[in-house]
């Protein structure tokens, strides 16, 4: 019996050991996303991403060490980030609750938001188009996440259903063809995408260019409203809420649709149906280069190259998470960048449209967020973040030259916030 009652006690003493044991090696992988220790941020969200898509969870440290990632540990994680270049760092249990603990103190601006499943994502972008062609396109692909590329033919036939995120290319809306005609009418390009635009409407069952895509556009409307998170730069911004606020309203001229646009069609315009902009003012000229008053191009021609830099505001982690996570990055100040649109009239944005990123000196708003029924929207202005005036024909930026790019973080931010579990927000 004696020999019995010291057999089970040593049993149990071996199983708390055992225990005890595998308390102090669970572990996680912390991803840092300060300025210093971090060597890719932008393939870091890949990493996270991947993590998710693997069946894992994941925590978004938010303003801890600039927006850093807790992952569940695994020799297959590890290995992700040694083939993707992310520096990385292997944790225990007991240091993963002391970070914790402190993000959790409500004298820190941070917090842990859970990120659940890794959203399904798709590119509103022509099938022919480059990767190049379109930041977003391209820093997807640097990233290793996922996507599809949908266009007109899905858009009107429902696919949108199957995704949870959706990126506009830089598109024309409006049915003016990207208002190149000025610069490139005769060009060869111009006269195929042209044509292309115009058989693709007729193939739809729509007798013009305008028409179709305002369809287009309001299925996309219904997307967000339905609960769809939608991200969009450059032209993509202003001249998705331009056919918005002109349906039924003729603002094409004739080279564009073969007849005449409405007389007094400015007095005609909806501004309850735009998602961010009010009160802008069409440009009617189709030789001018632009599409209305909201855009800052022309001026903004007093601020320099050198200078050129927009801050992002700060929000409070604990009762704002959204736009704290659009928001993470390793620096505050970003650098400004150009694109047919390049930035927003803060006189034009809507007032429940949050202005996340901004130039203060000339009411310049350059990255802009709002919720439209249940789903929300990001607008950034820009074609390029590491192009400053990306132009027709120019060679693609190399993002293996840029892993850290700022810009370029805030764009895969609003990626992976449909992942994480929502708290209602507060501002």
Not at 197 to 215: F, H, I, M, N
Not at 391 to 399: F, N
Not at 414 to 425: G, H, R
Request: net charge negative; glycine share 6%.
């Amino acid at each position: 019996m004696r020999k019995l009652n010291v057999y089970i006690f040593k049993k149990i003493i071996v199983i708390i050991v055992l225990l005890c044991t595998s308390s102090i090696y669970a572990s996680f992988i912390l991803i840092p996303m300060d300025a210093i220790t971090q060597t890719n941020h932008l393939k870091a969200y890949g990493i996270t991403y991947w993590s998710l898509q693997k069946g894992n969870t994941a925590k978004w440290l938010l303003n801890y060490e600039g927006g850093s990632f807790l992952l569940e540990d695994n020799e297959a994680t590890r290995n992700e980030c040694k083939i993707r270049g992310v520096t990385y760092q292997v944790i225990s249990d007991t240091q993963a609750e002391i970070i914790l603990e402190e993000i959790s103190s409500p004298s820190k601006n941070m917090e842990a938001v859970l990120l659940e499943k890794a959203p399904k994502i798709a590119v509103y972008s022509p099938k022919d188009k480059m990767p190049w062609d379109d930041a977003v396109t391209m820093v997807l692909t640097y990233a290793e996440i996922p996507f599809d590329v949908v266009y007109d033919e899905e858009v009107l036939d429902e696919k949108l259903l199957l995704y949870e995120w959706l990126h506009l290319h830089h598109e024309d809306f409006t049915g003016q063809f990207g208002k190149f005609y000025g610069s490139y009418r005769t060009a060869p390009w111009y006269i195929e995408q042209k044509k292309s635009a115009e058989q693709l409407a007729t193939k739809l069952g729509y007798s013009k260019v305008s028409q179709e895509k305002l369809a287009v556009s309001l299925k996309i409307r219904d997307f967000v409203i339905g609960g769809g998170f939608m991200f969009a730069m450059c032209s993509a911004t202003d001249s998705f809420d331009i056919a918005l606020a002109a349906e039924g309203v003729d603002i094409c001229e004739s080279m564009f649709d073969g007849d005449p646009s409405e007389i007094d069609y400015q007095n005609k315009i909806d501004f309850n149906k735009t998602f961010a902009f009010k009160d802008f003012t069409l440009v009617r000229n189709p030789v001018e280069y632009e599409f209305s008053s909201i855009d800052m191009t022309r001026k903004r021609q007093q601020i320099k190259r050198t200078a050129d830099y927009f801050s992002l505001k700060e929000y409070s982690a604990k009762w704002d998470p959204i736009p704290t996570m659009l928001c993470q990055n390793h620096t505050q100040l970003v650098k400004g960048f150009m694109g047919q649109t390049t930035s927003f009239d803060r006189d034009e944005v809507k007032s429940n449209v949050l202005v996340m990123g901004e130039v203060t000196a000339n009411r310049e708003a350059r990255y802009i967020h709002g919720v439209k029924g249940k789903g929300m929207f990001t607008f950034y202005g820009g074609h390029d973040p590491e192009d400053y005036q990306h132009r027709v024909g120019d060679p693609k930026t190399e993002l293996d030259l840029h892993p850290n790019s700022p810009g370029y973080r805030l764009i895969l931010n609003n990626v992976l916030f449909p992942a994480a579990k929502k708290k209602k927000q507060k501002t």
